[in-house]
């Protein structure tokens, strides 16, 4: 964990140990499932629709994370079992809650204003490009592009999690978000240093909606 005191479960533990265990040549069967025609029903995205837990320490976020997990370890083709989890932190690195986020059945399109990119955050434009090249026939997920390699060591590192911290001054002015969803990618174009995997949150608000990108990992970027 990148946040020096957590309040986790023993089962939020597990899931997110899973995924540092798990073999590198089943990371990428995670991501979808075979339903019983025999077709690949592969994941694009996750949402937290319940954000009651945030909501009283909102104002005293200084961190915002995302950790990977695998609720079971193993080739399971009944099921998709990638399981991430959204946590936020204060000034002391004291974990508020880890939250699950629940696979989305559909996209939500967007009917909103949209924060012009900078400073961390990104556009819609962005979000369908990767999350369509996530999804694309001709891509299977693997294990390779959840890896970076370290300028410092010359080691390639498994990402864990994705940690932001420029963008929480803008999410806070914006008030509290009805709804996060969380967008899975795939970009070619990230150098070395970091992921090809990248995710894409949208914080949905009355008025407007912000899109922010993960693709600095923890390790080996933290």
Not at 12 to 34: D, V
Not at 148 to 155: A, E, P, T
């Amino acid at each position: 964990m990148c946040t020096k005191q957590t309040n986790l479960s023993s089962e939020q533990l597990r899931i997110i140990n899973n995924w540092k265990q798990e073999s590198i040549e089943n990371l990428g069967q995670h991501f979808y499932k075979i339903n019983q025609q025999g077709n690949q029903i592969r994941v694009s995205a996750y949402e937290i629709s319940d954000l009651t837990e945030y909501k009283n320490h909102w104002s005293e976020m200084t961190k915002i994370a995302l950790h990977l997990g695998i609720h079971e370890k193993g080739i399971h083709n009944n099921q998709i079992t990638f399981r991430p989890y959204l946590e936020i932190c204060n000034e002391n690195d004291k974990t508020f809650t880890l939250i699950p986020m629940e696979i989305s059945t559909a996209d939500k399109p967007s009917s909103v204003e949209t924060f012009p990119i900078n400073g961390g955050f990104t556009d819609t434009y962005y979000k369908e490009k990767v999350n369509r090249a996530w999804m694309s026939d001709d891509f299977t997920p693997t294990a390779g592009i959840f890896y970076s390699h370290n300028k410092d060591d010359k080691k390639c590192y498994r990402a864990e999690n994705y940690i932001h911290r420029e963008v929480i001054a803008k999410l806070k002015s914006e008030g509290f978000p009805s709804r996060i969803d969380f967008y899975l990618g795939l970009d070619r174009g990230k150098p070395k240093e970091l992921t090809n995997f990248v995710v894409v949150l949208r914080f949905v608000y009355p008025t407007r909606e912000l899109f922010t990108q993960y693709s600095s990992p923890c390790p080996s970027t933290c």
